[in-house]
């Protein structure tokens, strides 16, 4: 059963400052949202700390959030609940690695709703730490190799 509500690590305000910034960071509880349409609940089981992210936490990463916000571009974890147009035998209950944008919180919380083109189903034999690493590093690194042939 899921619960009503969770924990996450809430930015108050960026600061170009990375220890003010990362003192800005409180727990908050929040209320589990329901998924809308083609969006998924999960449960987070990882989420990584990149570059971006402190980029982000500075002011400094080009993308910017309403504020207070949830701080976190990746992870990987369980799908709890989907919402309409979603198959839910599909779904419930697999691995996916995950990635959040737009104006949303991101993934440093216990509970995460990704749009369903935001999540990649992950092979059960890949470890959820792995799997919580897909999306940033993964594909920049392989944008520039890709970049630099000619």
Not at 104 to 120: K, L, P, R, S, V
Request: contains cysteine.
């Amino acid at each position: 059963m899921t619960p009503k509500t969770y924990k996450a690590l809430e930015l108050t305000a960026c600061n170009p400052n990375l220890v003010k910034a990362m003192l800005g960071l409180k727990i908050v509880e929040k209320s589990i949202p329901r998924p809308a349409e083609h969006q998924l609940l999960i449960k987070m089981a990882y989420a990584p700390c990149n570059p971006s992210d402190i980029a982000f936490l500075q002011g400094a990463y080009g993308v910017s959030k309403t504020m207070p916000t949830v701080p976190g571009f990746e992870g990987a974890g369980f799908v709890k609940a989907v919402g309409p147009g979603l198959d839910p035998d599909a779904w419930l209950g697999k691995l996916v690695s995950c990635f959040a944008q737009g104006n949303n919180d991101g993934t440093w919380a216990e509970y995460f709703i990704a749009d369903a083109n935001q999540i990649m189903p992950v092979d059960s034999n890949l470890d959820p730490k792995q799997a919580s690493c897909f999306f940033v590093n993964p594909f920049t690194a392989w944008a520039c190799r890709n970049g630099h042939k000619k």
